[in-house]
């Protein structure tokens, strides 16, 4: 999706306000600020309309206010949220459930690569679920969150009966086995932590602490 911005700022009155209770700059280098065109948070604005993610490898004093407005726009399908990837299935429809207590979180890989910095080989810390039950679950809409509230929400995905899927912190494109939250920092505490897992109605599946 490519976007421009200059015909909305275009004569306007553009502030730049930098959070104190956040770093200066980002994991790859970039400024970190809040932006106001004519005093309207415009970073809001572009959350709201599904141009822009939340950035949640930090601190920021909106993070709660931002994701808020991105759930939204997610339960929207507006923006980028309208074009999530989709893995293909054959099931019929009729042999599909949206929820089901027989999903499972199997275990939780939370120490990346032993002893190294965890952002250095995020992909090695990840979460997998199993399908214990005999119906296959669409997956989608269900969030996966650790005790800090950072988010996952699946894409479409089917997890078929006696199947697992893991969710990798790092990047990288979804697979019918893989999948990947895309962030830059680590998710899962190394000394402890609880994962929750909630289907796309907010009901609470399964949690797993370590």
Not at 9 to 29: H, M, W
Not at 86 to 99: F, G, H, L, N, Q
Not at 181 to 195: E, K, P, Y
């Amino acid at each position: 999706m490519r976007l421009c911005f200059s015909c909305c700022l275009q004569g306007k009155t553009v502030q730049i306000e930098f959070d104190e209770s956040a770093s200066l700059r980002g994991y790859y280098g970039r400024l970190l600020a809040y932006v106001y065109v004519d005093s309207t948070d415009f970073t809001a604005e572009l959350v709201k309309k599904g141009y822009a993610r939340v950035y949640e490898e930090g601190e920021c004093r909106k993070e709660a206010e931002y994701l808020n407005y991105q759930q939204q726009a997610i339960e929207q399908n507006l923006g980028l949220w309208s074009c999530r990837y989709a893995v293909t299935t054959t099931i019929p429809t009729s042999a599909v459930v949206t929820t089901s207590k027989a999903v499972k979180i199997k275990t939780i890989h939370y120490d990346a690569c032993g002893n190294a910095d965890d952002r250095e080989c995020l992909n090695d810390e990840y979460v997998v679920l199993e399908n214990t039950g005999s119906v296959a679950v669409n997956m989608q809409g269900w969030i996966l969150k650790d005790e800090a509230n950072h988010r996952f929400e699946f894409p479409y995905f089917i997890l078929n009966p006696g199947k697992t899927v893991t969710v990798h912190t790092g990047k990288g494109s979804n697979t019918a086995t893989d999948l990947y939250w895309n962030r830059g920092t680590a998710v899962w505490n190394n000394d402890h932590d609880t994962a929750y897992l909630y289907d796309s109605s907010g009901n609470l599946v399964d949690s797993y602490s370590y």
